[in-house]
Structures are given as C-alpha cells and as structure tokens.
C-alpha cells in the first residue's frame, strides 16, 4: 500500500513516475491472483502429477486441470497432448493459469546426444552448450517447457548408476559444465520459442551415496559439502537456472528434501535464488521412511517449511496443508510464498501469454539433419583414445578385411544410453553400420556378436575367433546396457559383465591386431585389457549417430582429443579413488609398509582424472607466472605455450592445477582451476592464458568463511591431473 501510496504523491505533484519494470509487472500480476486464489486454488499450483511413458495424461486428469488443482505435469509430451491439457487450464479453469510440463531431457530430445559423462569428456563447454540448446529447442517444439538438467551431482564412485548423468569428480570442471548446460537450455530468455526451463538437479549430496548404492545414506562434513557439492549448484544460480530438484538422499541426519540449511539458509539466504525448488519423484513421501516424519502431514510440514516449493507424484501438500494450517503448523505467508515462486516461473516463461505449442513446429523441428550433424559432431569430440601401442589407430581406408565384434558393434537401442528423451533406436546409427558407410564397398567387413552383454555360449565365440582370423584388424565392441547405467543402476562390480572378457582375450589370442571400443556409462575396471590391447577408445554412449562418429575417430577423420572427467580405478577395491584427495601424513610410499597404500594393489588409478592421448603429440613449453608475489585480493595470470608437434592437426585440452603447501585447513594434493581444449595444426603453436584470482586460490577456514591465506602455492600445467610444468608463487599480507 505504501508503495500505491507513493506512486499516487508524485502523480500529484506533477513529478515523472517510471514505468514498472517487467519484474515489478510481474510481481503486480502475482499477487493480484494469489488474492483471489483459494486454499485448494493455491495447493494445487504446488502439485505435480505424472502422465503415462508414452507421453500421454490420464482421464482423471482432465477434471483437476479444470478444477486447477494441478500445476504441472510431469512426462505429457508431444504437442497436440499439451495442447489439450493447456487448453483446458487457460479456458475452462477459473483463474486461467497455465500448466508447466516437464520431461527429463538430459542429453538431447529426439536426436540423442552423449550422454552428459561423455560430452564432460569433451572439455568443450562451447559444444556442451549447443548440445543443450538443440536439446532445448526440440523439447519445447514438442511442447516441453521445463526440463530436469542439469543432473550436476559430484560424483567420485562409479559405482553409482547415476554418475553417467553428471560430470564426474571435479567441483571446477562440474561448474563450468553446470553453467553452459544452463545457458545451452535457458538462452538468455527462457520464453523463447526454442528454450526451456532447467532445473538443476539433485540438491544436495546425492552424488556421495554410501558404496554407491542409489538412494542410499549420505553424510559428510560442511566443509566437503560447500567445496564439493555445492560449487556446481552454486555455477547454475549464478548462470540464471529456474528451478532446483530437492535430492532423495539423507545429508548428514537430514533428509536433502526436508533440509531447512541447503534449502533455506544456503539456496535461498546466501545465493538469493528466488525459483522453485521442486522435489524428486515422491521425495516429500519418502521422508517417512527416512524415519523422519512420522505421518504424512509431518512429511508435508517438514518439506514445505525448508522450502520445497513443488510437490512431485505424491500428494501430501494437498491432504495435509489445510489442516497444518488450520493448526498453526504451518503459516499462510509460507504456502503463498511457494505459489509465487511457481507463478513467478510461469510468467518469466510466458506462458500466460503464450500457452500453446505449434503443432507444426514440431514436425518441422525434431530430427533435423544439421541437430544429427551436431550430434555426430559432440559424439566424436567427446571419445577418449585411452592407449594406442604402435600408433594401430587411425586405421586406413584401404584396409580390405575387417572383423567387427561384439555384443554392442550392432546395436541401436543402447547407444542411445539412459534418459534417452524421446530418442529411438530406429534412428541410431549403429557402431557396425558406421564403419560400414566409412569403408565403402570395397572392404569386407565381418561381424560376428561373440556374445551377450551378459550371457553367451562357447559357440558363440568360437565363431568370433574364426572371423577374427581373417582380418587384417578386429574390432572389439563392449561395455554396459544403458539400463546398467543411470538411476537404480548401481553395480557392486565394474567388470566388463558376463564373458565379455573372455571374448576380448579369445580375440586378443588370433594375434590379429585388436581395437577395444567401450560402450558405457562409469568407469570400467579393465586391468586386463589395458595392459595386453594395444588400442582402446572410450566411446561411451554416443547417441544418435554413435556409429558415424566413432567410425569418424577410428578411421582418423576426427583425431581424438577428449579427456577422462573421472579417475578410472584398477579395481574396485580402490574406490572411493578421486585425484584431488588430500595428502595424508604417511603419502604411498613403495620402500615403506607403514605408509598409506594396499598390500594387493596399486594405489595409483588405472587412468587417472584429464587423461587422454591422440594421433598427434603436443609439447607445453615455457610455463609463466605475471608475479611472483600477489596479496589476496588480488590476482595473477600463468601462461604457457602449446606445440603440435606431431603429424596430424589435432585437439589438447591444457589443464592448470594449483596445490596451497600449507595452510590452516588442509588441502588436497591438486585441484583443476583452469582449462582450454586447442586446435593446433602440425608444426603450430600457441600460448594459452589462465586468470587466477581470489574465488580459485581460497578455502573455506576453521570458522567456515572463505578466505585466501598468505603462503606458497605451487602451479601445475599439463595434459592431465599427473605431472606436468611447475611453479610456485606466494600470497603476502
């Protein structure tokens, strides 16, 4: 009132009045409508309920749209449907509010990108961007408005299932990554036509789950929490996202979806996020098993009070709001502020003035030649060549026998990999069929399966080996299913699964030359096949066109320049295995018992963190520091020179890493602050350039403020998280 109040004095008084800004207009809008929105009106904008697999809504649902006691939809896709639905709410409801519809598009809609593990091993946050917004431009033709990415969990167990969904293991890497996947699926203006809604997903934790058992227990320190959980969650705040995902998970005795410091304190106080926050699939539900709450009129209160905005599947808030309320439980003030929150979203998305999907946008958007041109593209440049012994790869056009085997070398389905969209696997160009189309006519290409992913019999392999004798190479294609990866994937094992292994060694054993192509979603644990192949790609599940891309790199069209954005482990005895672990007082030393190492196993990884190889050699040369002394508010820059000093143009992704030697917290061994993945043609050189200020040299300190402490810091700059140049500056009062 004060605010109308003043606006009428200086109308008065003759003095100009600005316009209200598009904000204010906004928050006008909001709450002319929470005004005249009853309770039942107000809780059903902070329900979500779930349509079929297919993308189809259930006939019960028409009736709560009409009585707007639903606020979004979770899975309804595909224009027409959506349409139907929206039709419904902005004609025949009373208030005319929109509905939200949501879908998990983690790495493409139709066409089928890497999954999000694969494009983090492409270092190129430019092309991990376009990923996202070819992805977001499709969603929303299909009438899509909201989408539940990033996944940007840390995640240092590849045991979990759901590590293929994130970037791996590092807070620096998983936040560049975090912000371009933001800015790939909002643009600077999610109303647009072809941009949706993201939702950074899963708050908070949920990537440190004991044993990496999904869903499982997780609990850690506030100090782990805020250096490496947090910053990615933190990267997509400050690039703009709309909404966050509550996670599944216990932190620390408090379940995340009921936890008043990460929600309130942390999203809402100290980052001043004023989207949604929407919990998992029956998140809220599950806190009673947690054992948390006691009913479910507990699980509501406990979850609406931290500051779940958004109830997913499960219907708590709608049961038991009223009667909280009623009881002074709960506030009205708290319920309203959650309904703004939702309503707040839907104008930013424009939904109220533009509801409706083009119908005909859709068929003319999904499946685009140049989004599968993209898609090859992201594919290629997201494979890691992990050894080449004898430089056996590229291969040659001109070889004129080639064998293909494997459970995966003629598969479509599950390249596609987990949270595939709408992917289908009659579009997926198949690994088989990619070599085929690069070889032509004029190379016999043989192709035996040797097995199962999980079962095979004797035969089967026997009439692999017998192929494999006639080529001049074999191809060996193995790895996971996509349902061994993603949610409720857990493995307890990162073998290669059922006779897999055995396959490999019977091919290994023709002595013809052999190529290993990994399909799969984590680390796998290969000793075997690391020590005795001489050549093996890291494919992942490349989508779409998987097996034009992979063909691309095998035949040297594409010289491969991805890197590992997790450590491989040699066994899983080694787990958890991250690079960034912090020093310890007795550091693995051979000659010493009593130092902290294993008495049957490596301590080092199989692959460590930023490794990759390529057709090419590159020489980092000349490694410089601006200043030798900065004071901690200031910054200094570090330069080095790149060399292609080999026969091929091709990719390195140059990584400064940075060690604080002593300070008043202990500190890891390295953390990754700075990377570029170049183009360098034969012969070519180039200086990249780093900035290191304040935000990469600080920590958080004893009282938890974060802080940059006088000492030496050491610099490291090379071609993975292992060796490379040094220097050293000092940070002075």
């Not at 250096?227 to 998970?249: C, D, Q, R």
């Not at 993603?486 to 060694?505: H, W």
């Amino acid at each position: 009132m004060w605010m109308f109040g003043l606006m009428s004095a200086l109308l008065l008084t003759g003095i100009p009045v600005p316009p209200a800004s598009p904000a204010d207009e906004i928050e006008r809008k909001i709450a002319a409508l929470l005004r005249q929105m009853t309770l039942e009106e107000k809780l059903g904008q902070l329900q979500m309920l779930d349509g079929d697999v297919d993308g189809s809504y259930r006939p019960d649902h028409l009736d709560l749209v009409r009585r707007g006691l639903v606020g979004a939809f979770l899975n309804v896709r595909g224009a027409r449907r959506v349409n139907e639905l929206q039709r419904i709410a902005v004609e025949e409801s009373r208030l005319k509010i929109p509905l939200l519809f949501g879908f998990d598009v983690l790495h493409g809609y139709r066409t089928i990108f890497p999954v999000p593990l694969a494009e983090a091993s492409s270092w190129d946050p430019e092309a991990v961007q376009r990923a996202a917004s070819i992805a977001a431009a499709e969603a929303r033709a299909a009438g899509v408005t909201w989408t539940f990415a990033p996944m940007v969990d840390i995640a240092r167990d590849p045991r979990w299932g759901r590590i293929v969904e994130g970037s791996g293991e590092d807070p620096h890497l998983g936040s560049v990554m975090a912000r371009a996947r933001v800015r790939g699926f909002q643009g600077h203006d999610y109303s647009a036509s072809d941009r949706v809604l993201a939702c950074a997903k899963h708050f908070v934790g949920y990537g440190a789950a004991e044993g990496g058992r999904d869903y499982n227990t997780t609990d850690m320190s506030e100090r782990t929490l805020r250096e490496i959980y947090l910053p990615p969650f933190k990267a997509a705040v400050e690039a703009g996202v709309g909404t966050i995902m509550s996670a599944f998970n216990d932190l620390s005795g408090i379940p995340a979806s009921a936890n008043p410091f990460t929600l309130t304190t942390i999203l809402r106080g100290e980052w001043k996020f004023d989207g949604v926050v929407l919990s998992d699939y029956t998140a809220i539900e599950e806190l009673m098993a947690h054992g948390l709450a006691a009913d479910g009129a507990e699980a509501a209160r406990y979850a609406l009070d931290a500051g779940v905005d958004m109830e997913m599947v499960s219907r708590l808030y709608s049961r038991h709001v009223p009667q909280l309320i009623k009881e002074g439980k709960l506030s009205m003030a708290t319920l309203d502020e959650a309904v703004r929150r939702v309503l707040r979203i839907k104008f930013r998305l424009g939904l109220f003035e533009r509801p409706y999907a083009d119908e005909a946008r859709e068929r003319a958007v999904l499946l685009r030649p140049e989004h599968r041109a993209a898609a090859r593209e992201m594919a290629a440049r997201s494979i890691v060549l992990l050894k080449n012994e004898g430089h056996l790869l590229p291969l040659s056009k001109t070889v004129r026998t080639l064998a293909v085997i494997g459970p995966l070398a003629d598969d479509q389905r599950n390249l596609l990999g987990p949270w595939s969209g709408d992917g289908r696997a009659e579009d997926v160009v198949a690994i088989l069929s990619g070599i085929t189309a690069k070889l032509g006519p004029t190379a016999r290409v043989l192709h035996a399966r040797g097995c199962e992913i999980t079962d095979c019999s004797s035969r089967e392999i026997a009439e692999a080996v017998r192929l494999a004798r006639q080529a001049e190479v074999a191809i060996v294609v193995v790895g996971e299913s996509a349902e061994m990866s993603g949610e409720a994937a857990s493995r307890a094992s990162l073998d290669l699964p059922g006779r897999q292994l055995e396959l490999v060694k019977a091919i290994h054993a023709t002595g013809t030359p052999t190529v290993v192509l990994l399909v799969n979603g984590r680390p796998l644990t290969i000793p075997w096949i690391a020590e005795h192949v001489p050549a093996i790609l890291e494919t992942w599940f490349a989508g779409t066109e998987a097996g034009h891309a992979i063909a691309d790199v095998l035949f040297g069209d594409v010289n491969p320049g991805g890197k590992l954005p997790v450590t491989f482990p040699r066994s899983v005895g080694q787990i958890p295995i991250y690079y960034n672990h912090k020093r310890t007082g007795r550091p693995p030393n051979p000659t010493n018992k009593y130092t902290s190492k294993y008495l049957d196993e490596e301590v080092t990884p199989l692959f460590p963190f930023g490794y990759g190889l390529s057709y090419s050699q590159f020489q980092i040369s000349h490694l410089q520091l601006s200043r030798q002394r900065i004071r901690p508010d200031e910054s200094l820059t570090v330069s080095v020179e790149v060399e292609n000093i080999g026969s091929r143009t091709g990719d390195e992704v140059v990584q400064l890493y940075i060690c604080d030697v002593a300070a008043s917290v202990t500190r890891p061994v390295r953390e990754l602050k700075g990377f570029r993945r170049i183009t360098l043609r034969p012969g070519e050189k180039g200086r990249i350039t780093f900035t290191l200020g304040p935000e990469h040299l600080g920590f958080y300190d004893r009282q938890m403020q974060f802080i940059v402490e006088p000492g030496e810091f050491r610099i490291f700059v090379g071609t993975s998280s292992v060796g490379g140049l040094e220097a050293s500056f000092e940070v002075v009062q």
